[in-house]
């Protein structure tokens, strides 16, 4: 059924033009076209895009020889694999027992609360990807999360939403080179 429903978000997602060349160079990349490559494969692949688009997929189904059941029964098994474009920021909240005494569900409600998301999902804006982790490796500062490249610990649930404002209202870097050139 997973296998189904990735499958089908991945076909029903608009497709947008892709430069397919860096999927091209790292398929040609490979050593041969084994089976044993596709993880790898579909890390460096999202590595470039942050997802995993449907036009690159075809290229690597026809490669190693596999059929799209089998390439999205791979993909949905693993949670980190993205198969629609993410929000700017992933927000990895963890869900290990630890956490999870300590309010992670609480900040899951938060976030829905705000977002309407789910785990797994993106807000219509295209701001932050809720993700979930089993345990982020520091359990002394429950609850932990990752937003992008930030790791957080001891966030306090009740100031979740503050602690997202402050990422919306964060500028990318590329935001900030074209206000300054207006400027
Ligand atoms: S359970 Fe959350 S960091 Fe270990």
Known sequence: METENAQAVAEEAPEKEIDLT?????LDSLPGP???YLIPTLQKIQNVYRYLPEPAMKLLMAKLGISKAQLYGVISFYPQ??????GKYIFK???GTACFVKGANIIAEKIYETY???PGETDKDKIFTLQTASCLGNCGAAPMAIIGDDTHGTIDPEQTFALLKSYEDR???AEEVEE????
């Open 116 to 118: 309407h998301i789910h």
């Open 171 to 173: 500028k990318s870097e």
């Open 34 to 36: 084994e089976r044993r």
């Open 22 to 26: 860096p999927t091209r160079e790292i």
């Open 93 to 95: 909240l963890c869900y």
């Open 180 to 183: 300054a050139a207006q400027e």
């Open 81 to 86: 694999l993205l198969i629609t474009e993410p």
